[in-house]
């Protein structure tokens, strides 16, 4: 059978590299448009308690966090979580950032369903990412004992399974992200936040970002695809 997991660490370094390169784009593009101050001198913070407001949502707080480009949303607190640069910054880069995280709060709100199906799916994906490193880690020390102790099918059939969930995962991911930017977008536009120079870079720098995502996506379903069709053309010899 030819099942291993040689390939899966190219295919790895190959998305690995493109997602570097998605990244430094935008992380490019985020300095850039950082260092150009909004005509109204609105900070991410005060974008996103506006946005949240706009929108019936007060029960939803807005925080600092360390480090960079680590804006998230937590529906399990309800609170918009916003890094440095985004919570103090008066440009387009965070106001694109602080709309997006509000964006998922906006999704959290109205009980969008990829939302929902995606955070009923995050034991699964931490499960089956567990599952992955235990095999992994099996398979160099002593890939033969593996498949000798259980049968060959067994372990494809836990790996693709586990993979399947990975896979799945990135896959939703990507409508609640878009759906978080075009929300954003949306709302910069009609809320008269920004000038059309800014929207623009608002944006170009969502859409970057977006990109993130679909670069992990394909990864995840590449590296599902080579375990198919290798357990499907081992059990055919």
Known sequence: MGFGF?????????????????????????????????QLGMTGKEIAERMLSDHGIYDVQVTCVQGELTDHYNPMNKTVNLSEQVYHGANAAAAAVAAHECGHAVQHAKAYAP????????????????????????????????????????????????????????????????DASKRALQWIESSGISTSQEYDQSKDALKWAAMTYVVAALGALVTLLYFILSFVGGSED
């Open 6 to 38: 040689g390939p899966v660490m190219i295919i790895g370094f190959l998305f690995m590299g493109l997602g570097m390169l998605v990244s430094s784009v935008l992380r490019s593009r985020f300095a850039r448009y950082s260092q150009q101050p909004s």
């Open 115 to 178: 939302l929902n199906f995606r955070s009923k799916l995050v034991p699964l994906q931490n499960i089956s990412g567990t599952i992955i490193n235990m095999i992994m880690m099996v398979s160099f020390i002593g890939g033969s004992v593996l498949f000798e102790t259980f049968p060959t099918t067994l372990v494809a059939s836990v790996v693709i399974g586990a993979y399947g969930t990975l896979a799945l995962f990135s896959l939703v991911t990507l409508p609640v992200e878009f």
